[in-house]
């Protein structure tokens, strides 16, 4: 089945490590997103990626960091520098950065204790 | 891109249409209205989306209005698992432009 992973599912960590959250696709998709959700809140775009090798800061860039070193993967790194990094985190790809349609993988909720 | 105005909630008996409203007073003539919708603590999945013309689908139906200022969107025979979150979204061009706002919590009761 073509889709969208991320691993894990749920993810603890203590305050002031960094973290990397896992995202990757099957569907020859060339664009890439990394989205944050709060609780009773809109998703909200941290990274995107149109190409391999090439990222895009979004709306909340500030405290993470990417690499699209291979077209199927989009990991997501959560620094230290994250003031509030608890939340879920949501990957999603499209078949080319103007398609109609995004995929959506099951999110990793983060919490940072 | 245009913002959008959502209902915060609404409810809907379980059988009967649902009408999810959105207004997008701002939109442009190139810009598309798409339709999403989240599962409690799962991914958004695409549900329609249209320019101009009234667009169905196997899932829902989208009217929008003549001067392209809101649209609606239907559910015709909700069910429980139309239970959701549901996002009106304005854009075009990027997704790395668009914007999602606080959608619509959708219930559907028995």
């Known amino acids: 089945d073509g889709g969208i992973t991320q691993s894990p599912k749920y993810l603890f960590r203590k305050e002031g490590q960094n973290v990397t959250l896992s995202c990757e696709q099957n569907l020859n998709h060339d664009a890439m997103y990394w989205y944050r959700q709060d609780p009773g809140q809109g998703l909200r775009l941290i990274y995107y990626s149109q190409i391999v090798n090439d990222f895009q800061k979004g709306d909340i860039a500030e405290g993470y960091s990417v690499s699209r070193e291979k077209k199927e993967s989009f990991p997501l790194t959560v620094t230290s520098a994250q003031k509030n990094p608890t939340a879920f985190y949501l990957c999603a790809s499209s078949q080319t950065e103007i398609s109609y349609e995004q995929y959506f993988g099951p999110g990793t909720r983060l919490t940072v204790t | 891109d245009a913002k959008t105005t959502q209902p915060p909630s609404m409810d809907c008996a379980e059988g009967r249409a649902a009408n999810l409203p959105c207004n997008h007073s701002?939109?442009?003539?190139?810009?598309?209205v798409y339709w999403y919708r989240q599962i409690h603590s799962q991914g958004p999945q695409y549900i329609i989306h249209?320019?101009?013309n009234n667009e169905t689908n196997e899932m829902a139906s989208l009217i929008i209005t003549e001067d392209r200022k809101s649209s609606t969107l239907i559910l015709p025979h909700a069910t429980l698992r139309d239970t959701a979150v549901y996002y009106c979204i304005v854009g075009v061009g990027s997704w790395g432009k668009f914007q999602f706002g606080a959608g619509t919590q959708v219930v559907v009761t028995p």
């Open positions: 249209g320019l101009k």
């Open positions: 701002t939109i442009s003539g190139n810009e598309y």
